[in-house]
Structure formats: C-alpha cells, structure tokens
C-alpha cells in the first residue's frame, strides 16, 4: 500500500464552475487560467475539465506545447507574453496569442517577419502597476503593432476587483481603459474572477477566470463565494496512520504547541507541509474526519504544529475514528479558503503549492 495521501480532481466540478463563468459573463469569451499547472490541478485535469472554454492562458511557451501535444486546438494565450526573443518562432509554429506589455516585446515583433500575423492582447497598465503601457505610450504601441498586421485587443487587469474602497477601483481603472481606447477598435479583455463575480459591467469580450474555477474564492474568504454556486475540484485526502492517548497536561509535536485540557484522543494524519499543507496552520484549522458514521464524518481541529509528513488532530469530536479512518484536508467539505485563513493566506497559495510528491487522479 503506498501513503494514503491523494487529491482527486473533480472533472465534473471543473465543467460545472466553467458553466457558471458562462451564466455570469454570456457575452464573453472565456480564456481559463491554467497557469501554475492549472492552480496545482495539473494540466491534463484542467485540459479534460475544461476542454468547452474558447482558450487557455498560461505563462510559459513549455506548457504550451504540451497543450499542443495533447490535442488542444483552441486559442492559447502567453499571458505576460515572450520572455525572450527567440521564442517567437515557436510561439508562431504554436499558434499562441501573445500578451505585449512592454517596449521591448513591440520591438521584437517589429523585428521578426512572421508568417500570420499574431493575436495580440496588449496590455495597459491602468493603476495596478505590474505589467503593461501607461495611456499615452499605450496608443503609440497599439498603432505600432497594428502597422505591422497584428491582430488586436485591448487588455489590463484590474488590482482590486475583490475589494471596495481600495485604490485604484476598478471603476476608475475601467474610466481610464475606455478613455485611453477611444477609436481603437478591437476586442477588450478586463475580467479576472473577482471581476466576473462582482463587477460585471467590467468583463469585456474575453474574461480571463482562474482561482473560480478551481472553486475557491478571490478574496481568500470562502464566505465571499459560499453563495455563488461554485463547486471545489481538488480534494486532498489522506488517512489517520497512528493514535496518541494523551493524559490532561501531555502536549503534542514539535514545540508542544497543543496541550491536552483533559483526556483525550489525537489522530496522526498522513499529510505534512511537504505535501504541500500550510506550516503555519494553527490550531482549530478544521480537517474532515470519517468516523465511520455512514460517510457524513465530523470537523475535527488541529492540534499541535504541522511537521513535514504529519499533522495531528484532536479527535474529541470522532470517538470512532481509528487508524485508517479518511480524512479530508480540504475538497468539498472542508473549504481550502478556510485552512488558508487559518494560515494567514489565501486558498490560491495552497492550492499551487500542493507538492509535487503527492499523487493526482482525475476523477
Ligand atoms: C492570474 C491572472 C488571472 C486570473 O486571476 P484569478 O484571480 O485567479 O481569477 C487573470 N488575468 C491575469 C493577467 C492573471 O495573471
């Protein structure tokens, strides 16, 4: 028998939370996010989940190809674009859209003589400032690649689409897109998820989805999105390997963190910041226990700091759990956003980080 830990890939899950992208935004196109092996998900998951999406975005021309090798014949968009010049090539003979966000990108295209012209998503820096042009260099570059037989669409990213009152808004941001684009036609892109959920006088043709997808909340709040018919698609698994009857007063793991108020019960699971499980956990993060109570289990806390392989829980609330009960780190009944509160991040950092160590099987 191997390690019991697992993360099953929900494939129905995946189509379901795409369907929903669709409900929310049905005049756009969609590019699913599938950056960061598809938010920890891996490619082939999402490939098989979300093969109705009108195109995937991703950052690297490797992932590309591998999309290309398994079939995919839809749209694929770089989304920060060629790191470096000598990819152009490949990014022809791959038919990728390209992000331009810089003067550098322009000029290479300039340089290059290409067989069909490109699909480019060029990008304006519109207050978040990371990637892209500011207005005024924004229309030199879009007359730029046009000149040279581009293809074009507008695009910039929103920096707080999940928040109120935080500076830039994405009204202002959108005031800013739309001035600086007037009698540029082309096709828009603005939307992240947050967007999509939120603002959705803010979309564009093409909405660019990611962590919604995966099911899990832009705002790192599993409250923020318990209500907007998403379903989880990763379920990390994994079982109880050994138990600790611990006397009041005994403490558990590294540091004894976690000390016994009285006599108790604690489960060591087979799952560990190795894995891919927050360190910083603290106590209370809720876990999914199967106590053996016709499949419905019990939220038990942790108890005691996460170590590299294991983690213990309290099984005060599971007197039938036992060695080889199932447990669920985070899926559907246990909310990823809710051990990354509890880890002071957010349900995106958990999920990309999931370990490469652990097995993936698409369900
Ligand atoms: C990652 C990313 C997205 C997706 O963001 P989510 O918050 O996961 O929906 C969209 N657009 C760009 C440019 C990105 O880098």
């Not at 590019?31 to 998900?41: D, L, M």
């Not at 950092?349 to 160590?357: D, F, G, S």
Request: contains cysteine; negative net charge; glycine residues 8%.
């Amino acid at each position: 028998m191997n390690r019991p830990i697992l993360a099953s890939i929900h494939t129905e899950a995946f189509q379901h939370n795409l369907n929903r992208v669709r409900e929310l935004a049905p005049e756009s196109k969609i590019w699913a996010v599938i950056k960061s092996r598809a938010y920890g998900h891996t490619f082939e998951a999402a490939l098989n989940g979300l093969a109705s999406t009108d195109g995937f975005a991703l950052l690297n021309m490797q992932n590309a190809a591998r999309l290309r090798e398994q079939g995919w014949q839809g749209r694929i968009l770089l989304l920060e674009g060629l790191f470096h010049e000598d990819e152009l090539a490949l990014a022809e003979k791959l038919s990728c859209d390209l992000v331009v966000h810089c003067e550098a990108q322009v000029e290479w295209l300039e340089k290059y003589s290409s067989h069909k012209p490109f699909n480019v998503f060029l990008k304006m820096n519109t207050g978040m400032n990371r990637l892209g042009f500011k207005p005024d260099a924004y229309r030199t570059a879009f007359h730029r690649l046009h000149a040279i037989g581009c293809k074009m669409h507008h695009m910039t990213h929103f920096a707080n689409a999940d928040q109120v009152d935080r500076l830039p808004t994405v009204g202002s941001q959108v005031e800013l897109f739309d001035d600086a684009i007037k009698g540029l036609d082309a096709p828009t892109s603005l939307a992240n998820s947050a967007a999509i959920l939120w603002h959705r006088n803010a979309l564009g043709d093409w909405v660019r989805p990611g962590i919604m997808l995966y099911g899990a909340s832009p705002t790192g709040l599993y409250s923020d999105i318990k209500n907007a018919h998403l379903r989880a698609v990763m379920q990390l698994q994994s079982e109880i390997i050994d138990i600790q009857e611990l006397q009041k007063g005994d403490r558990v793991g590294y540091g004894g963190r976690f000390e016994a108020p009285e006599a108790m019960r604690i489960g060591i699971v087979a799952c560990g910041y190795a894995d891919g499980y927050p360190r910083h956990a603290k106590d209370g993060t809720p876990v999914w226990v199967d106590d053996g109570n016709k499949g419905e289990g019990v939220i038990c806390p942790i108890a005691g700091r996460v170590s590299m392989d294991m983690l213990s829980v309290d099984l005060r609330n599971a007197p039938n759990a036992n060695i080889g009960s199932v447990v669920e780190l985070w899926g559907d009944r246990v909310a990823v956003d809710d051990v990354a509160q509890m880890s002071d991040t957010i349900g995106y950092e958990l999920l990309c980080a999931l370990a490469p160590r652990v097995p993936v099987i698409v369900k």
